[in-house]
């Protein structure tokens, strides 16, 4: 299989250029900005962005590559630190607080989660898996129930991020809505619900 050839300076000049604009522009307009005025910014034209990264998930998944590998390295720090049950609820803090710093883009890793066509899919992956390993950790300790999926664990935090984006928490109120949220993976009950009408 044939190596991708390297980028003659200028195009990597450009790639960098709006990676840095797509960036700015994101945290301060949220992931849905228009990526016209991401190449404005940029300094470069439209078909330069495009040929760069054909679709905004091609470029959101690039930009926050830097995020993701971040908290793949706390995961590791955390799982060595702490015991499991507060490792995996540390980390799920620390994620859901990270993920809302653009606008919507809990709702676009969402839209992703399914979609295997989408960069952002794949970008997706390495949390998943890393949820699995810290999950998996608690439930060989005995803190977590062994119903409960990596998959169930990632929705539920994107699903709190995009709550902390939309309700404005500060970091200490973050904490508390998802450490408050997450107890239900540590206390399992075997609750049956009434039926209806009764």
């Known amino acids: ?26 945290e301060a307009e949220g ?16 078909a330069t962005l495009y040929r760069n990264f054909p679709t905004r998930d091609d470029l959101l998944s690039e930009v926050i590559e830097g995020f993701f590998a971040q908290a793949l390295t706390e995961a590791d720090e955390l799982s060595r630190t702490l015991p499991p049950a ?12 990270g993920l809302r710093i653009w606008h919507d883009l809990p ?7 399914d979609d295997d ?46 709550g902390i984006d939309r309700f404005g928490d500060d970091e200490t109120t973050a904490r508390r809505r998802v450490t408050m949220a997450t107890a239900g993976i540590f206390a399992w009950p075997d609750v049956s619900l009434p039926h209806s009408g009764q």
């Open 1 to 26: 299989m044939a190596q991708a050839r390297p980028l003659r300076a200028d195009a990597r000049r450009n790639r960098d250029a709006i990676l840095a604009a797509a960036r700015e522009t994101f």
């Open 31 to 46: 992931v849905f900005a228009s990526l016209d005025a991401i190449a404005l910014r940029a300094g470069v034209g439209n």
């Open 86 to 97: 507060a490792a995996l609820v540390e980390w799920l803090v620390r994620v859901s607080w």
């Open 107 to 113: 709702v676009c890793l969402a839209t992703a989660h």
């Open 117 to 162: 066509t989408s960069p952002l899919h794949s970008a997706n992956a390495p949390l998943i898996e890393r949820v699995g390993v810290l999950l998996d950790t608690a439930k060989a300790a005995g803190q977590v129930a062994g119903e409960i999926t990596a998959n169930e664990v990632f929705e539920l935090v994107l699903a709190l991020s995009w």
